[in-house]
């Protein structure tokens, strides 16, 4: 094996080593950590326990999810409800995970069970920025960044339901916000660099979005006509997305 190769070889293990993936996770922590600080306190609000917020970011991890259950949850809302809405909010996970899989079919099924996981929309963008940059991913580098993500979020929504305990209104700090915000950057992030039709076509569907909900709010609770109208407009956005 020649010279550069080896240099080659060593370079591409380097970059596909965990603490290179725990470093490429860094610059996105400080979203987890804003994020799930904000839903530490939220939970608190909504007379969850500092337990109960640990075991759901542990057993969810999901910070949409998370954020729509406390609502519910302080609504009063069936569970059979919060599990639907939360499994329609993370369906996405579904199509991010197909798209990551093709890269780490080497790996066994166990393991691959593991990255789709702990698949989150920033270690996603990370993964594939990866791909498209070096056409590759390795096993150990996606362990790396799922694993600081994961943990990561663990601490801060945990540390957040501790402090939270003073903070009694969390209104008062725009806390309560932070689930709006969250979707409404998501929603910037989405809209940015897409054609003209493409455009048009989403504030299309956010307006369709906006009269199916003050129509349904006259039949049914809050939480199901969020629920209803999220199933009929993203089934319209798919249908109807060139």
Sequence with gaps: ???STQIGVKESVTEDSFIQGVKDCIPTLLGYISIGLAFGVIAITSNLSVLEIFLLSVLVYAGSAQFIFCGLYLAGAPFSVIILTTFIVNLRHFLMSLTVAPNLTRYSTLRNVGFGTLLTDETFGVAVTKIMKEKHIGGNWMDGLNLTAYLTWIASCTLGGVLGK?????????????????????????LVDVGK???MHY??????????????LYFVPGHLAVL?????VATIGVVTEK
Excluded at 166 to 189: K, Q, S
């Design 1 to 3: 094996m020649s010279l």
């Design 166 to 190: 003073w903070i009694p209104n969390a209104e008062n700090w725009g806390l309560d916000f932070a689930l709006i915000a969250m979707f409404g950057a998501l929603l910037v992030l989405n």
């Design 197 to 199: 039709s493409k455009l």
């Design 203 to 216: 504030l299309k569907l956010i307006a369709l979005m906006a009269i199916i909900l003050y129509i349904l």
């Design 228 to 232: 209803i109208a999220t199933v009929i």
